[in-house]
């Protein structure tokens, strides 16, 4: 995911996603409990989307549909005059400056400095003289305005999702200039319409604007949940990200608090032994998750039964893999598995036989499987041949990090234990050479090569999530007991949100 801007997405987006205010939910009694995923995003990134405040401020006057604006006054000598405005566009506008707060009150203060706008229209006027002559006449307009725009955004919970209502809304005019005709010199005919509509317009100016902001806010939020939404769903595989809690609203930090259970098919999860403590986050860094080891396992649940922790290996792979050192010994016990067959007419296929349990420590997170090989032997116009198949306990320690976009998952530390084997090049399973071979070959080549190709398939998923399109900054993964904690800075990519409200707006 989130021509409005950048700011309003982000102080929009991620804060909006993140938030709700607790009175229009209920939650459990001990919610906490419940929390498998929490953000917290600090005071520095809220500052930084609010930068490029401008671009939203500009799309909510842009698109701004100003009614027709008529009125009526009785003059002395000139009988009663009517007059209306309408066609009524925005043209140049510029903002000097946006500032923004977090309140503990569950609220966004954004407050806009000097918005100069030219509006430009048509007036129409007309009088009936105390003679019965009437006159009726359009002109071309010009209103220059100078104004400040303040914005209380509250954030309210509807289905445990948050909604923004930005109608606590503020213009204040330090200047609005009629001009008619391009005729930038006083007039009384200037003048006159300049009383009659000053009031008025102000109104109108006021209550459109405000609405078009509180439709923007609630069309980014939208936009926000939906991409959140998408990016934590993959086909069967859906990540609860209802809220859990109420949230926490520091003047340094925003924090929200998700159930992160696991959803496949009939499958579900339960979470109600939390570890979670604010003091585990910090305010350093701009944005954090916190993931719960009950998130990640039943994510990796999920993937186990939905079959996707499979791996087939063939031709330069294999190759690299059996190939790992050019040894006598490896070169006898290849040339005993595969029978003199080639890689490209051979097979390896890994996969998980049992459903992998996560343990994230502070060393790293912990995965333990029980793990078969299988290797098969394809010869042309033949059923394949099994030439190998085993099975394994593996428990790997894994260090994760984020770098050029993409995710890397680095085994630091690994154990292998043989359940079942059998080997056509070796019924008995008792030849020293192969049970050497294929246990070193396992721990220095197999189990990095899996977890390389997981790392791959994980970075491929959430680029197509579009996660490449941000710009991630000195990202760190640190591992706890019972948790994982993603924390970075980052830079917002704001074409998302110009491509996205040129097509809705």
Not at 120 to 131: D, P
Not at 383 to 404: D, G, H, N, R, S
Not at 405 to 416: A, G, W
């Amino acid at each position: 995911m989130c021509c409005a801007g950048r700011a309003m997405l982000g102080t929009f987006s991620i804060l909006l996603v993140l938030v709700h205010a607790a009175a229009a939910c209920e939650f459990g009694r001990f919610p906490s409990r419940a929390t498998g995923i929490v953000c917290r995003m600090t005071k520095p990134a809220a500052l930084l989307l609010n930068q490029e405040t401008a671009q939203v401020i500009q799309a909510a006057f842009r698109n701004t549909k100003f009614p027709n604006i008529t009125g009526e006054r009785s003059m002395r000598l000139l009988g009663r005059v009517a007059y209306g405005l309408s066609n009524i566009q925005v043209n140049e506008l510029s903002i000097e400056r946006s500032e923004v707060e977090l309140k503990e009150d569950n609220a966004i203060h954004i407050s806009i400095k000097n918005v100069t706008a030219l509006f430009k229209g048509t007036l129409t006027y007309g009088y009936a003289g105390a003679w019965f002559l009437q006159l009726f006449h359009s002109v071309d307009f010009e209103i220059e305005t100078s104004i400040d725009l303040q914005l209380n955004i509250n954030l309210m919970c509807q289905k445990e999702k948050v909604a923004p209502d930005a109608s606590d809304c503020y213009l204040t005019f330090h200047k609005l200039t009629l001009h008619l005709q391009g005729d930038k010199q006083p007039g009384w005919l200037k003048q006159l319409f300049t009383d009659f509509i000053s009031f008025t317009l102000k109104l109108v100016l006021k209550r459109e604007v405000c609405k078009e902001i509180n439709a923007v806010a609630q069309t980014l939020t939208n936009f926000i949940l939906d991409l959140a939404a998408d990016f934590v769903q993959d086909k069967d595989i859906i990540v609860d990200i209802s809220l859990a809690s109420n949230p926490v609203i520091k003047a340094s930090y925003i924090e929200s608090h998700h159930k992160g259970l696991v959803l496949y098919k009939n499958y579900s999860s339960i979470l109600s032994d939390s570890v979670f403590s604010p003091l585990l986050l910090t305010e350093s860094r701009m944005l954090y998750f916190w993931l719960s080891e009950h998130s990640l396992s039943s994510l990796a649940a999920a993937a186990f039964l939905d079959g996707r922790l499979l791996l087939n290996l063939r031709g330069e792979k294999l190759q690299e893999l059996f190939e790992m050192e050019d040894t006598e010994v490896q070169r006898k016990a290849v040339q005993m598995i595969f029978q003199g067959a080639s890689y490209n007419d051979s097979v390896a296929k890994v996969w998980s036989l049992t459903q992998p349990q996560i343990s994230p420590q502070p060393k790293g997170t912990v995965v333990r499987s029980l793990v078969a090989v299988e290797i098969s032997i394809l010869p042309t116009g033949e059923e394949p041949l099994v030439a190998l198949y085993m099975e394994k306990e593996i428990t790997v320690t894994i260090q994760a990090t984020y770098a050029e976009k993409k995710l890397v998952l680095q085994p630091v530390d690994s154990s292998i234990e043989i359940k079942v084997f059998k080997c056509t090049a070796d019924p008995s399973g008792e030849d020293p050479s192969i049970q050497s071979f294929l246990q070193n070959m396992i721990l220095a080549a197999g189990i990095p090569e899996v977890t390389s190709s997981i790392g791959s398939a994980l970075t491929s998923l959430m680029n197509s999530k579009r996660l490449d399109l941000f710009d991630i900054i000195n990202p760190e993964i640190i591992t706890g007991k019972g948790y994982v904690i993603a924390q970075l800075d980052f830079g917002f990519p704001s074409h998302l949100l110009l491509n996205f409200f040129e097509k809705s707006l």
